[in-house]
């Protein structure tokens, strides 16, 4: 957490202060996956990232896998790729997991990004330029107001479940003494199911296997390899980020994201 925790810090005491007290954000992204990292830094200015865990590129970073890194294809990109292997975070072209969260954050502020952890999106609408939201959380800031220009969903279900029926199923890892585990879930299962079936398994499959720590996200599966782009009912975009299939597609693809 040491990491993570500096950069938590350094988004409320240095950029949040800012932002809240302008009374215009160009655009808020909700969730802090690759994805929406990748778009905050490729339009920093006036670009803030809401996040309701503490982490971010969760969608990644806590599903306690090995994950592929995938290919670079533009300059940060090969910055981040360059940076994971010299961390000794890449082993065979995959990311270990675990430790990705704090060096995705540390990579994010080094490069001028502006996020809000810890906080919920409460209620969202649209105004005559723009959009409203009220936010709860973000440390000392409680329950706030703020206005935005332009707003993207990038959470893996989509705010308040809108993408719900394009989910195939979920699924849980764990670290145990013996490398990672995972299970596959049905596409409803909640946080209490998913856990008993976790430790069930762990049980009936590899006994004498003891859990060192659970993943912290389950991860989403879709039931479309195709990409996943629409538009809401109120009127902005939901492009969830754990749709891409490696970190580095997800994130470049963020950059290359318009809201024109």
């Keep these: 957490m040491g990491a993570a925790s500096g950069a938590l810090m350094l988004f409320e ?10 009374s215009h ?11 929406a990292i990748g ?3 490729a339009h920093p200015q006036k670009t803030i990232v809401i996040e309701r865990g503490i982490h971010l590129c969760a969608d990644v970073a806590l599903t306690a896998d090995f994950a592929e890194v995938g290919t670079p294809s533009t300059s940060l990109g090969h910055e981040l790729y360059d940076k994971l292997s010299t961390e000794g975070l890449l082993v065979d072209g995959k990311v270990e997991c675990p430790p990705l969260a704090d060096f995705m954050a540390a990579f994010f502020v080094e490069h001028g990004g502006t996020a809000l952890t810890n906080t919920e999106l409460v209620d969202l609408s649209k105004t005559n330029d723009g959009w409203k939201a009220t936010l709860y959380g973000g440390g000392s800031t409680g329950m706030c107001d703020m206005s935005f220009a332009n707003f993207l969903d990038t959470t893996d ?3 308040r479940n809108f993408g719900a029926d394009v989910i195939a199923g979920k699924r849980l890892g764990a670290i145990t003494d013996n490398g990672y585990f ?3 879930l049905p596409a409803t299962a909640d946080w209490r199911e998913a856990r008993l079936k976790l430790y069930s398994s762990v049980e009936q499959n590899a006994k004498g296997v003891k859990i060192l720590a659970e993943s912290s996200a389950m991860k989403c599966l879709y039931k479309t390899s195709e990409r996943i782009d629409r ?9 969830p980020s754990a749709q891409f299939p490696t970190l580095l597609n997800a994130f470049e693809e963020g950059m290359k994201c318009s809201l024109a």
């Design 182 to 184: 995972a299970i596959d």
């Design 13 to 22: 005491q240095n950029a949040i202060g800012k932002l809240l007290d302008d």
């Design 39 to 41: 778009f905050a830094l």
């Design 25 to 35: 954000v160009g655009t808020m992204v909700l969730g802090g996956g690759a994805f």
């Design 157 to 159: 279900v989509g705010w």
């Design 231 to 239: 538009m809401t009912p109120l009127g902005y975009r939901w492009i």
